[in-house]
């Protein structure tokens, strides 16, 4: 019989219970410290009690400077850790895997949240200088962007020990999943893509090059990460910019079994974000699944399909139909954190979860 959405996922020595995942969403309510509030606590917690097999964090800056926005969660010390800690508790204690994603969003930092505009903070607003490839900012209509500065070498050593050093803390902190973010424009995507990586050292030109930072940092994240325990990659598989020189679906697939070689259990194929003049071809349900197909055809790696998955049975319909391994559910978990109890009860697959003791009244089982 072929998996299902309510099918158990075993990934090295770690067991998720069924194949939905909390998509890594930004709450910007940190209180400017990158620590970890009660709002989160309640947020991953309500979607952990919800019935989902893998609850992500949001994106969490490795270092200070790789906040999109100051209220965005860090990993840079081990009072973040300590803050973090009882959230991946309660998340594996209600069944869920927690999981986090490990992040640094480069020229893409120094920015209000959306409900202030998402625009560039200036030094005497509390703005920094961000970090990317090349000294090339990114793009606001009116806003005047942030100075961003071209790494040097000692960047590049010290932005990879962030992320093993932020992996370790995770792991102290209770998580079972560490996902790289290379995706949607942010740091490690604007290596990966010729639209922001101009380098003409080791780490920018050909596609080794241009490659060559994500894969150092997926492998020695997986260095320090236990060997029951497993590692996702984020990519953006396109750019969406067919008119100039970019990342492209050809390129992800050549990189996926590359991240599979450096470590990687599960590649998530997201796309964009680099650029705003991106063309997005499709929008609406599944518009990213092709790219995830794609990458599943160059890689044994597990594949996970995010985007406009929303109705339980479209996402039992990707795994069912061997698309995806894991259904990955960002919006739909914002408008309902109990989306994989009720994606249960729709598709008639009640036994295979558990409403929470406590609610069991309201439930009937
Ligand atoms: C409020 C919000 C915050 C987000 N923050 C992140 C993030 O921290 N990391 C990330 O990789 N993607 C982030 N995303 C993208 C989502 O994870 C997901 O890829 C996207 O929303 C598409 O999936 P959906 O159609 O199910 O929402 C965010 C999306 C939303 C709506």
Redesign the pocket.
Same mark, same amino acid.
């Given at each position: 019989m072929s998996d299902h959405l309510f099918s158990p996922l075993s990934i090295r020595g770690t067991e998720v219970r069924n194949r939905v995942m909390v %998509?890594?969403?930004?709450q910007y309510s940190c209180d400017g410290d990158g620590l970890a509030t009660d709002w989160h606590e309640v947020h991953l917690g309500s979607r952990a009690t919800g019935g989902a097999g893998i609850v992500m964090t949001? /994106?969490t800056a490795v270092e200070p400077r790789g906040r999109i926005s100051p209220d965005d969660l860090g990993i840079w010390s081990d009072d973040h850790a300590e803050a973090l800690a009882p959230i991946a508790d309660f998340i594996a204690e209600r069944g869920a895997t927690p999981a986090i994603?490990l /992040?640094h969003a480069g020229r893409k930092a120094s920015k209000t949240p959306p409900w202030d505009g998402s625009v560039p903070l200036q030094p005497d607003e509390g703005g920094w200088e961000t970090l990317a490839p090349s000294a090339v900012p990114y793009p606001f209509d009116e806003d005047e962007p942030p100075v961003t500065k071209q790494m040097t070498d000692d960047d590049i050593a010290a932005v990879k020990d962030a992320f093993v050093t932020g992996a370790e803390r995770a792991l102290d902190a209770g998580f079972e999943i560490a996902e790289v973010?290379a /995706?949607?424009g942010y740091l490690l995507h604007e290596f990966l893509s010729p639209a922001t990586n101009r380098r003409e050292d080791e780490y920018g030109g050909d596609f080794e090059g241009r490659t060559r930072l994500v894969r150092e940092i997926v492998s020695e994240v997986r260095a320090v990460w236990p060997d029951d325990k497993p590692v996702f990659v984020?990519v953006s598989a396109t750019d969406w910019l067919p008119d100039r020189e970019s990342w492209t679906a050809e390129e992800t697939a050549r990189l996926a079994p590359l991240l599979a070689d450096a470590g990687a259990d599960l590649i998530d194929v %997201?796309a964009g974000g680099i650029h705003p003049d991106q063309q997005i071809p499709q929008t609406g349900p599944n518009y990213q699944v092709r790219y995830a197909e794609r990458v599943a055809e160059e890689t044994d790696a597990l594949v996970g399909a995010?985007?406009? +998955? %929303?109705e339980p049975a479209q996402a039992d319909a990707l795994i069912r139909n061997e698309r995806a391994d894991l259904a +990955?559910?960002?919006?739909?978990h914002?408008r309902d954190p109990y989306f994989a109890l009720h994606a249960a009860e729709e598709l008639g697959a009640d036994e295979d979860v558990e409403w929470p003791i406590q609610y069991r009244r309201a439930v009937g089982n």
């Open positions: %998509s890594p969403m930004c949001e /994106a994603q /992040a973010h /995706a949607h984020r %997201s995010v985007g406009g +998955i %929303s +990955i559910v960002g919006r739909e914002l």
